[in-house]
């Protein structure tokens, strides 16, 4: 089993900036990409961005693009979301997600952000 812990999460004006991280623990893979997803109140979970384990793949959606960052640690089994000029349709749940690339295995129990016009 893997558990994901998620951090980082909280309040924000909206313009600010946040990083959330996500460790994982127990027998994790080597060949395992990371990634988040958010869900909005009312809304479905959607993707933000994903990074493969070597890190040469990135995925973001266009919504977040140029705002973003995605980068992991293998060494700390940890992802890194940075989160730049942040808008208030960016408040959600993020969740972390581990697996290999054909999809996810593991999920965190998601952390909060929300960001206050």
């Known amino acids: 089993q893997v558990q994901l812990v998620e951090s980082g999460g909280g309040l924000v004006q909206a313009g600010g900036s946040l990083r959330l991280s996500c460790a994982a623990s127990?027998?994790?893979?080597?060949?395992?990409?990371m990634g988040w997803f958010r869900q909005a109140p009312g809304k479905e979970r959607e993707f933000v961005a994903a990074i493969s384990w070597s890190g040469i793949k990135i995925y973001l959606t266009d919504s977040v693009k140029g705002r973003f960052t995605i980068s992991r640690d293998n060494a700390k089994n940890t992802v890194y979301l940075l989160m730049n000029s942040l808008k208030p349709e960016d408040t959600a749940v993020y969740y972390c997600?581990?697996?290999?690339?054909?999809?996810?295995?593991?999920w965190g129990q998601g952390t909060q952000v929300t960001v206050s016009s």
């Open positions: 127990g027998r994790t893979f080597s060949n395992y990409a």
């Open positions: 997600a581990y697996g290999p690339e054909s999809g996810w295995d593991y």
